[in-house]
């Protein structure tokens, strides 16, 4: 079945940087696009960054533009999330979807 494992989440100060990843199992990785959402304490969840499956195409939401780059690795069925200059309003559980499927998210907290 379907399988979207995040993972790189952490404790970060205002200014810093993380790299979080999205492991992919049970589907044709390589063939469909992947997004990351985040959702924070006491709010919806918002939708972040696309790729394409090629990589080719890539869209962010006007909060993370310019700081957040998403990339992927079809032969390693991995999607990157780079995050920079990193803000407190960042403070959330980032989860990645394919497929129509979520991952269980990995909790970064921006914090000094």
């Known amino acids: 079945q379907v399988q979207l494992v995040e993972s790189g989440g952490g404790l970060v100060q205002p200014g810093g940087s993380l790299r979080l990843s999205c492991a992919a199992s049970g589907f044709a990785f390589s063939n469909y696009a992947i997004h990351w959402y985040r959702q924070a304490p006491g709010k919806e969840r918002e939708w972040v960054a696309t790729?394409?499956?090629?990589?080719?195409?890539?869209n962010y939401a006007d909060s993370v533009k310019g700081r957040f780059t998403i990339s992927r690795v079809n032969a390693q069925n991995t999607v990157y999330l780079q995050m920079n200059s990193l803000k407190s309003e960042d403070t959330a559980v980032y989860h990645c979807?394919?497929?129509?499927?979520w991952g269980q998210g990995t909790q970064v907290t921006v914090s000094s």
């Open positions: 790729i394409s499956s090629t990589g080719s195409t890539r």
């Open positions: 979807n394919g497929l129509g499927s």
